[in-house]
Structures are given as structure tokens and as C-alpha cells.
Nanobody
């Protein structure tokens, strides 16, 4: 019920905007997180948007480069990614849950967010010259 789009090939230093839409949820009623996963590694929380006060949170690895935002009219959450690096080249997922969850926690290194109830299938970002 979540679907990511916007992945693709970009050169180092370039930008991409990922989108997360839903056919079953009103996304502006839920906390939303963006995660990424490299082959053979666990999912890393990249960014998160809390519904109750629109607070945003970012992993240290993307802080200052990525921006999460919400478009209520389009029922879409975006992840604007700038200054992309080769290490950003992985699969990105959006996720939410039926209950509020602590965004500040999910972006911490090593945090396991696999318990969130709803995930998209992911979109691949490739960073290469």
C-alpha cells in the first residue's frame, strides 16, 4: 500500500527526488520514514517526518544533503537528495505504521525498524559517473 518512485542513475554530486505514495493511507495522518538498504546489510533509517508537529529527523550520514517533505494534496512524501555520493547508491524504502513511532529513534545508527507495519517495495538509486 506504499509505493516508492523516483530512483534512477545520477552522477556523483547530482540530485534526485524520491516519492512515496499510498493507495490505502492518508499519509499526512501518519509518521513516515525513509530507509535504505545496501546488499548484505540491514535497513538504515535515513529520514523521518512526524505527524504531530511536522518535526523532521535525519541520519548523520545525510544531514544537510537530504530533505523530507510532505504534499498533503498529492498524498505524497518526498525525499529530496542532493550532493549524492557513491555510498548513497542503494535501494530506498518508505515505511509507516498504524501507530505513531519515534522518528528520532529510527534514524539512529543500528536501529532496527523492521517492526514497522507497512513498507513499499523500494526504488533503486545508482550514483555513478
Amino acid at each position: 500500500q506504499l509505493e516508492e518512485s523516483g530512483g534512477g542513475l545520477v552522477q556523483p554530486g547530482g540530485s534526485l527526488t524520491l516519492s512515496c505514495t499510498s493507495s490505502g493511507f492518508i499519509l499526512d495522518s501518519k509518521d513516515i520514514g525513509w530507509f535504505r538498504q545496501a546488499p548484505g546489510k540491514g535497513r538504515e533509517g535515513v529520514s523521518c517526518l512526524e505527524i504531530h508537529d511536522n518535526s523532521t529527523y535525519y541520519a548523520d550520514s545525510v544531514k544537510g544533503r537530504f530533505t523530507i517533505s510532505r504534499d498533503r494534496a498529492k498524498n505524497t512524501v518526498y525525499l529530496q537528495m542532493n550532493s549524492l555520493k557513491p555510498e548513497d547508491a542503494v535501494v530506498y524504502y518508505c515505511a509507516t505504521d498504524s501507530a505513531p513511532f519515534p522518528c528520532e529513534v529510527v534514524v539512529r545508527p543500528g536501529e532496527d525498524s523492521s517492526g514497522l507495519g507497512h513498507w513499499g517495495k523500494g526504488t533503486l538509486v545508482t550514483v555513478s559517473s
